[in-house]
């Protein structure tokens, strides 16, 4: 509830874009679905730009126009750009079992993944 409360109240300033960081890390799986099919209606009335920054790949997918990837930090830059050309309107949950959405997924994990390991031995390394 706190989620949606949230994002009215940001709705309400009528802003020209909207960060949304991690919006939805902290809930079950269920709720987040349902919060994003209700950002996806809302982005679809509104047209408001949205910079939706997520370490789920899947939702990254599933919600956007563009994927855009980072390098391992410290010292992060795009090393990717992915066009999600998926048709809208969406369902986060049904989208990702269309091929094409299999096939983003496969393209753009091929980028992150050695980024996700380089990532995971920096935190080894200072641990």
Same mark, same amino acid.
């Given at each position: 509830?706190?989620?949606?409360? @949230? ?10 874009? !909207?960060?949304?960081? =991690?919006?939805?890390?902290?809930? +079950?799986? /269920?709720?987040? %679905? ?6 996806? =209606?809302?982005? &679809?009335?509104? #047209?408001?730009?949205?910079?939706? !920054?997520?370490? +789920?790949? +899947?939702?990254? !997918? ?5 994927? $855009?990837?980072?390098?391992? *930090?410290? *010292?992060?830059?795009? !090393? ?10 969406? +369902?986060? @949950?049904?989208?990702? &079992? ?13 980028? $992150?993944?050695?980024?996700?390991? #380089? *990532?995971? @031995? %920096? /935190? $080894? #390394?200072?641990?």
């Amino acid at each position: 509830m706190r989620k949606r409360t @949230a994002l009215a109240q940001t709705l309400v300033l009528d802003p020209d874009i !909207i960060l949304m960081d =991690e919006p939805f890390s902290a809930l +079950d799986i /269920q709720t987040r %679905q349902l919060m994003e099919n209700e950002v996806l =209606e809302l982005w &679809s009335a509104k #047209k408001k730009a949205v910079l939706f !920054i997520t370490h +789920d790949l +899947d939702e990254a !997918i599933a919600m956007s126009d563009r994927v $855009l990837v980072l390098s391992a *930090g410290p *010292g992060s830059h795009p !090393i990717g750009e992915f066009a999600i050309d998926l048709p809208r309107p969406r +369902d986060v @949950a049904e989208v990702r &079992s269309l091929p094409r959405f299999v096939e983003l997924h496969s393209a753009i994990w091929a980028v $992150l993944r050695e980024e996700v390991l #380089k *990532g995971y @031995a %920096q /935190q $080894l #390394k200072a641990a």
